[in-house]
């Protein structure tokens, strides 16, 4: 039982020194584990948490409501799930993409569901960045279209590397061709 203890030991440290908070829920979608990132995370002990449903922890219903179903579908179906949410934390508000999946008896039936909530915060500050970049280049882009398309111009353009030219439609006006005539 030494080498039993042992492994305890270093899966209980495991669990507990990950940065992703992890959790696990009953068939009534209460709190019945969490590891002490999902009190770094959340600023709450949890204490105050066990045996509670997200709603009764007093989290926003915008929060709690998916997040319990995304739970509830685990427990429904026998499938693992992802879920994405934003959560307000002490450093301000956080991104977590959550990998959910059921906890099953010797009969296959799914007994508890756990979570591993990871914080992509970093990841999502530079995806809506890109986000808004892609919009203000689509928008100038039509304000380009319209302006060209205003003055009557035709434009052209040469891809060197592949030696392509691509012409608008007024170009071909201009020189009396039809579109697609060389």
């Known amino acids: 039982t030494a080498e039993f203890n042992k492994s305890r030991e270093q899966f209980a440290s495991l669990v507990?020194?990950?940065?992703?908070?992890?959790t696990?829920?009953?068939?009534?979608?209460?709190l019945i584990y969490a590891n002490s990132a999902f009190e770094a995370k959340t600023g709450f002990s949890k204490n105050t948490l066990l045996g509670k449903t997200n709603l009764e922890m007093r989290q926003p219903?915008?929060?709690?409501?998916?997040?319990m179903e995304a739970l509830q579908k685990v427990f429904d179906t026998g499938k693992a799930a992802d879920h994405f949410d934003?959560?307000?934390?002490?450093?301000g508000e956080a991104h977590f993409h959550s990998r959910i999946v059921?906890?099953?008896n010797a009969r296959g039936k799914t007994e508890t569901v756990l979570a591993i909530a990871r914080d992509i915060t970093a990841l999502e500050i530079?995806?809506?960045?890109?986000?808004?970049?892609?919009?203000?280049?689509?928008?100038?882009?039509?304000?380009?279209?319209?302006?060209?398309?205003a003055a009557n111009m035709a434009t052209w353009i040469w891809d060197l590397r592949?030696?392509?030219?691509?012409?608008?439609?007024?170009?071909?006006?201009?020189f009396g061709l039809k579109p697609g005539e060389n």
């Open 16 to 22: 507990e020194n990950t940065p992703d908070a992890i």
């Open 24 to 30: 696990r829920w009953d068939k009534k979608l209460k």
């Open 61 to 67: 219903e915008r929060i709690a409501r998916p997040f």
């Open 86 to 91: 934003t959560f307000p934390t002490s450093d």
């Open 102 to 104: 059921p906890e099953k």
């Open 126 to 149: 530079p995806r809506r960045e890109l986000e808004r970049a892609e919009q203000s280049l689509s928008e100038s882009e039509a304000r380009l279209r319209i302006a060209v398309e």
């Open 162 to 174: 592949k030696n392509e030219v691509v012409w608008n439609e007024k170009h071909f006006t201009l």
